[in-house]
């Protein structure tokens, strides 16, 4: 699929890669609706995108609930006149321990059944969500071709303290392999890029000594750009022969 003819959704569009993949994508004349929950993002994305070749449109909406992403495909549907993308980017950490000793008192403390709901709710079931009303839609309006683009992470590996999401971007990884063999012979692709440490807000948050760190574990000695990881999105979109596979962009750290 030529970039200029995806008319598509990104979630989590109002911060870090998605809104770097929404303008990239607008760049390239293609027709974006960038759904997150966060309201001044997606208002200023706005006034970001205007002037581009394409169009972006915004849409308030928590992936995680089922009624609001029934909701985004409706709207985003209505407003690019039919669908033939998506990439799943929305994403949240809880990081923690499955235990933890207090080194004073002994007290193991444990992670929260919330911090490990709230990132599966996400990070995985707002993936499912997602892909399943737009997939619906495409196969119910014949729209396709069409391609879904799904974000996981180089955590699908294993990452010591992010039980919750090493689980949830595992299940993304495998998902994509599985939909992939299911909606193919509906002409919908489906293609997964798995990001290693990037430089967006949600890294921002880390302690300078843990960001020296990881860095330290990555051949290429540095972290990646947004668009570095947009290359990825763009491979999945363009090739029309893939479907189903993760691509890891990580420096090298799973080496
Ligand atoms: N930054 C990294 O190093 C890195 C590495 C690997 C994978 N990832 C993944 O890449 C994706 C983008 O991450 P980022 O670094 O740009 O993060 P970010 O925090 O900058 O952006 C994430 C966006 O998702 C939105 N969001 C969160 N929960 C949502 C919900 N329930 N519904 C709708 N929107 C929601 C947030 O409001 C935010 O705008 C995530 O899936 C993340 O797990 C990031």
Redesign the pocket.
Known sequence: MKLENFKGIV??????????FSLALARAGATVVA????DE?LNSLVAEAAGLPGKVFVHK?????EA?VVGLVEKAWELTGGLNGLV??????RDGLLCRPDKETGEVKTMTLKAWQQVL???LT?VFLCTREFSSRVIKHKTAPAVIVN?????RYGNMGQGN?SAA?AAVAADTEVWGKELARFGIRTGCV???????????QMRPEMLEMMKKQIPLGR??T?DE?FQGVKFIIECDFFTGRTIDIDGGMRL
């Open positions: 979630t989590g569009g109002a911060s870090g890669m998605g809104r770097h759904a997150d929950m966060n993002g909406a928590d992936v995680s609930n609001e799943n980017n929305a994403g949240i950490t709710d996400v990070n707002g974000i996981s992470s180089i955590s999401y971007k798995a990001p290693g440490f990037t430089e967006t807000p949600m890294t921002a972290a990646a947004p990881q």
